[in-house]
């Protein structure tokens, strides 16, 4: 299976600083069927990104994706309060579907 | 507004059996592949099953193959999950979630199951 890697495991910003997160695979990701999820407690993940750089309906601008390949980047920039959560990658080119370990993004 | 809302999550007694639902709205379920994914305390989200649109093809991680089983009753804008023969390693949150194809567009907040004596 292709095991993805996070890092860091957790992060500590001020408001108004970029969040830079990284998922990295073991293998390459065909066509990039890497995606990115946001997790706040008490409630459903939701989408951000698709195909590593597209960004899901309603997402912010703030919120990009990048990388191709072995390594992949969520970067959020004008970090707000809100942004406060786990974000977790998801490679979906191959059976079984695998899951980063998550980073959890702190908000000083 | 997508909703899904799992329920049927609950305390079993290693051995014993349980069936969880997921109820969906507010998109075209019968066009959508479904999968249920765990999360065990502590531990890092697993994908645990999927079943495509028309429920004509399921795929299981290797782990639950022979004692979980996948469905759906798309009249009724529903998916289904019956575990039978649960051990203490498959205590963990499970999320339904679905999307078009693979890629998981939608999540549920997810129901407990904790498997113990």
């Known amino acids: 299976e292709n095991v993805l890697t996070q890092s860091p495991g957790t992060l500590s910003l001020s408001p108004g600083e970029r969040a830079t997160l990284s998922c990295r695979a073991s293998?390459?990701?065909?066509?990039?069927?890497l995606s990115w999820y946001q997790h706040k407690p008490g409630q459903a993940p939701r989408l951000l990104i698709h195909?590593?750089?597209s960004r899901a309906t309603g997402v912010p601008d703030r919120f990009s994706g990048s990388g191709s390949g072995t390594d992949f980047t969520l970067s959020i920039t004008r970090l707000e309060p809100e942004d406060s959560a786990v974000y977790f990658c998801?490679?979906?080119?191959?059976?079984?579907?695998?899951f980063g370990g998550g980073t959890k993004v702190e908000i000083k | 507004e997508v909703q899904l809302v799992e329920s049927g999550g609950g305390l079993v007694q290693p051995g014993g059996s349980l069936r969880l639902s997921c109820a969906a709205s507010?998109?075209?379920?019968?066009?959508?592949?479904m999968n249920w994914v765990r999360q065990a305390p502590g531990k890092g989200l697993e994908w645990v099953a999927t079943?495509?649109?028309?429920?004509?093809?399921?795929l299981y991680v290797d782990s639950v193959k022979g004692r979980f089983t996948i469905s759906r009753d798309n009249a009724k804008n529903s998916l289904f999950l019956q575990m039978n023969s649960l051990r203490a390693e498959d205590t963990s949150v499970y999320y339904c979630?679905?999307?078009?194809?693979?890629?998981?567009?939608?999540w549920g907040q997810g129901t407990l199951v904790t498997v113990s004596s």
């Open positions: 979630t679905g999307g078009a194809g693979w890629l998981i567009e939608y």
């Open positions: 507010g998109f075209t379920f019968s066009s959508y592949w």
């Open positions: 079943i495509k649109a028309d429920g004509s093809e399921t």
């Open positions: 293998q390459s990701v065909a066509k990039d069927y």
């Open positions: 195909g590593a750089s």
């Open positions: 998801l490679q979906y080119a191959v059976d079984p579907l695998t």
